[in-house]
């Protein structure tokens, strides 16, 4: 089965389409090209007639059925199916299955790989996407056969509302619905983030030394972070995905003692290079901890087994060969780049299409959005820039220049 734009003759305003089209399905629909109905249960519904309408595709003489997608809430996992025959694909011949969505650009901790010292320097309220306009987003890029959705920030707990978010995209259908946190706000939200549908977490702890975790998020948050991992621990949430940044010279001392703490309480423990995505730009090769090395000084201690994985994933997984508890994970976007299978695209908190996280240049969907432009428009402009997606970001390559956004306005 075959799905695909409609042709313009059969567009959503098309009066000849069989069965009466309710207003609130007048968004995007496709074509699907089939000898039969496709198979959605059952054809009709109570209050509705038709949702698709049979006709010949022009010029090529195949038949076919209009399909409306916005029924997905009466049709459920068949409409689902045909969605994940739409998909994205760069020019690359990589697959675009993961969004990860920026909510805000506010964070309540100030971590020195990431955040500036200074005063704050946020968005204006009218510059973020509201709500309204994620959810029309999140719809489109559904349709285009996103799967997978991580929501981050900043920090996206400090946005009021998110429970209710999460529950949205939970019921247009999210495969994989996860979040990254810095653990302030967690253990509190905890409950309504599972009663949302939050399916997976994964958490930032940098130091397991209270001094030091001060020193690298300049907050007094450490006891408070633990906590909230433990609760996290107790819930469906587990195994959370704990996320350490390490940098030279300031905790790459704990690699030991950031496996021995999976050990312990079964933890996901992943290890991350440092960026040069940092506000204050102190970023230096120097002070990147190669993953090879930190993989060393772990098996030396506790031999590690490799767990498969999918190709597009970004980190390389461990377990212990002695059975232990916990999991090591690690990421190495500097040192063994891991672009050649990226399924990823990024939307900031300011309605930003970014290809990359590297990307030299943003794509402004907030102003299509606020210019009246259509579902169509939408699907058409996002699948031209997807389309474009970079073959790797290029930090290893001579002349490489930083993004001219830091990783708190992109989104982690």
Same mark, same amino acid.
């Given at each position: 089965?075959? +799905?695909?734009?409609?042709?313009?003759?059969?567009?959503?305003?098309?009066?000849? *389409?069989?069965?009466?089209?309710?207003?609130?399905?007048?968004?995007?629909?496709?074509?699907?090209?089939?000898?039969?109905?496709?198979?959605?249960?059952?054809?009709?519904?109570?209050?509705?007639?038709?949702?698709?309408?049979?006709?010949?595709?022009?010029?090529?003489?195949?038949?076919?059925?209009?399909?409306?997608?916005? &029924?997905?809430?009466?049709?459920?996992?068949?409409?689902?199916?045909?969605?994940?025959?739409?998909?994205?694909?760069?020019?690359?011949?990589?697959?675009?299955?993961?969004?990860?969505? @920026?909510?805000?650009?506010? &964070?309540?901790?100030?971590?020195?790989?990431?955040?500036?010292?200074?005063?704050?320097?946020?968005?204006?309220?009218?510059?973020?996407?509201?709500?309204?306009?994620?959810?029309? *987003?999140? %719809?489109?890029?559904?349709?285009?056969?996103?799967?997978?959705?991580?929501? %981050?920030?900043?920090?996206?707990?400090?946005?009021?509302?998110?429970?209710?978010?999460?529950?949205?995209?939970?019921?247009?259908? !999210?495969?994989?619905?996860?979040? %990254?946190?810095?653990?302030?706000?967690?253990?509190?939200?905890?409950?309504?983030?599972?009663?949302?549908?939050?399916?997976?977490?994964?958490?930032?702890?940098?130091?397991?030394?209270?001094?030091?975790?001060?020193?690298?998020?300049?907050?007094?948050?450490?006891?408070?972070?633990?906590?909230?991992?433990?609760?996290?621990?107790? @819930?469906?949430?587990?195994?959370?995905?704990?996320?350490?940044?390490?940098?030279?010279?300031?905790?790459?001392?704990?690699?030991?003692?950031?496996?021995?703490?999976?050990?312990?309480?079964?933890?996901?423990?992943?290890?991350?290079?440092?960026?040069?995505?940092?506000?204050?730009?102190?970023?230096?090769?120097?002070?990147?901890?190669?993953?090879?090395? +930190?993989?060393?000084?772990?098996?030396?201690?506790?031999?590690?087994?490799?767990?498969?994985?999918?190709?597009?994933?970004?980190?390389?997984?461990?377990?212990?060969?002695?059975?232990?508890?916990?999991?090591?994970?690690?990421?190495?976007?500097?040192?063994?780049?891991? &672009?050649?299978?990226?399924?990823?695209?990024?939307?900031?908190?300011?309605?930003?299409?970014?290809?990359?996280?590297?990307?030299?240049?943003?794509?402004?969907?907030?102003?299509?959005?606020?210019?009246?432009?259509?579902?169509?428009?939408?699907?058409?402009?996002?699948?031209?820039? !997807?389309?474009?997606?970079?073959?790797?970001?290029?930090?290893?390559?001579?002349?490489?220049?930083?993004? @001219?956004?830091?990783? !708190?306005?992109?989104?982690?």
């Amino acid at each position: 089965m075959a +799905v695909t734009p409609t042709p313009a003759a059969y567009g959503r305003d098309n009066p000849r *389409l069989l069965g009466r089209r309710p207003e609130k399905w007048s968004g995007l629909r496709v074509w699907v090209e089939t000898p039969g109905p496709p198979v959605l249960g059952k054809e009709r519904y109570a209050e509705y007639e038709y949702i698709f309408g049979e006709r010949p595709i022009p010029d090529i003489g195949s038949g076919g059925f209009v399909f409306e997608l916005q &029924c997905v809430k009466e049709a459920g996992n068949s409409i689902q199916q045909m969605q994940r025959t739409m998909t994205l694909h760069d020019k690359f011949g990589r697959q675009i299955t993961d969004l990860r969505i @920026s909510i805000t650009d506010r &964070c309540n901790f100030r971590c020195v790989y990431c955040r500036s010292a200074d005063p704050e320097n946020y968005r204006d309220h009218d510059e973020i996407l509201s709500w309204p306009e994620l959810d029309r *987003l999140a %719809t489109i890029f559904l349709r285009l056969g996103i799967r997978k959705i991580r929501i %981050t920030g900043g920090e996206p707990l400090v946005r009021e509302g998110v429970e209710d978010y999460i529950a949205r995209l939970h019921a247009l259908g !999210v495969e994989d619905l996860s979040m %990254t946190t810095n653990g302030h706000l967690l253990a509190e939200r905890c409950d309504r983030l599972l009663a949302a549908g939050l399916r997976r977490i994964n958490i930032s702890l940098d130091s397991l030394d209270p001094e030091k975790f001060e020193r690298i998020t300049r907050t007094k948050s450490f006891s408070t972070v633990m906590h909230s991992i433990d609760v996290a621990q107790k @819930s469906r949430l587990a195994p959370a995905k704990v996320n350490a940044v390490l940098v030279r010279g300031i905790n790459d001392d704990e690699v030991e003692a950031f496996a021995s703490y999976a050990r312990q309480t079964g933890v996901i423990m992943r290890f991350i290079e440092f960026m040069p995505l940092d506000a204050d730009r102190h970023w230096t090769r120097a002070l990147v901890v190669p993953a090879a090395e +930190v993989h060393q000084r772990i098996h030396a201690r506790w031999p590690l087994q490799q767990i498969p994985h999918e190709r597009s994933e970004t980190a390389r997984k461990y377990r212990f060969a002695d059975g232990a508890l916990g999991e090591i994970g690690l990421i190495a976007p500097v040192t063994q780049p891991f &672009c050649g299978h990226c399924s990823r695209i990024r939307l900031t908190a300011d309605g930003k299409l970014r290809t990359c996280l590297f990307s030299k240049d943003d794509h402004d969907l907030r102003a299509l959005l606020r210019e009246g432009a259509s579902n169509d428009d939408l699907v058409t402009y996002i699948s031209s820039i !997807v389309t474009e997606k970079e073959e790797g970001h290029r930090i290893n390559e001579p002349g490489f220049v930083p993004p @001219s956004r830091t990783m !708190v306005f992109i989104g982690g």
